[in-house]
């Protein structure tokens, strides 16, 4: 597996509209995009730093994947991406070598990526997400 570049940082957090003014007003960024994932019980938005983006991620569900994070591990880094191609060969090649997938195969995430999780306990803790945007 060889990722091109880190797709994004998720970042947990209990307020998007306090967190989207802390990144514009304090660091300068600018949200250029925010949507709701339905399907991850989740709303996002997003910032562009050089290449790499930062995603903010407020649950809309406390039952929902961010919403038990938070309510375990408090605000903050949730999981870092990857950008590769081919993700399904990339899974496979991943579960071959031994790492527990959240996701066997991809679905359908923010901005119209294809994603997957590999589980922290075979990534050393780190919650790994590997994007494939597949539109271009």
Request: charged fraction near 25%; charge should be negative.
């Amino acid at each position: 597996m060889t990722p091109s570049h880190i797709e994004h940082i998720g970042i947990a957090v209990t307020n998007l509209e306090t967190a989207i003014n802390f990144y514009e007003k304090v660091l300068g960024l600018k949200c250029y995009h925010i949507e709701e994932v339905a399907e991850q019980k989740v709303r996002t938005a997003f910032f562009m730093v050089g290449q790499t983006k930062i995603e903010l991620l407020e649950s809309t569900d406390p039952e929902g994947p961010i919403g038990k994070y938070i309510a375990k591990k408090g605000e903050g880094i949730h999981h870092i991406a990857f950008a590769v191609e081919k993700i399904e060969d990339q899974l496979a090649h991943a579960e071959k070598l031994g790492v527990k997938l959240i996701d066997s195969t991809p679905r359908k995430g923010a901005e119209g990526l294809d994603i997957a999780f590999l589980h922290p306990k075979s990534t050393n803790g780190v919650l790994i997400e590997l994007c494939e945007n597949k539109k271009g």
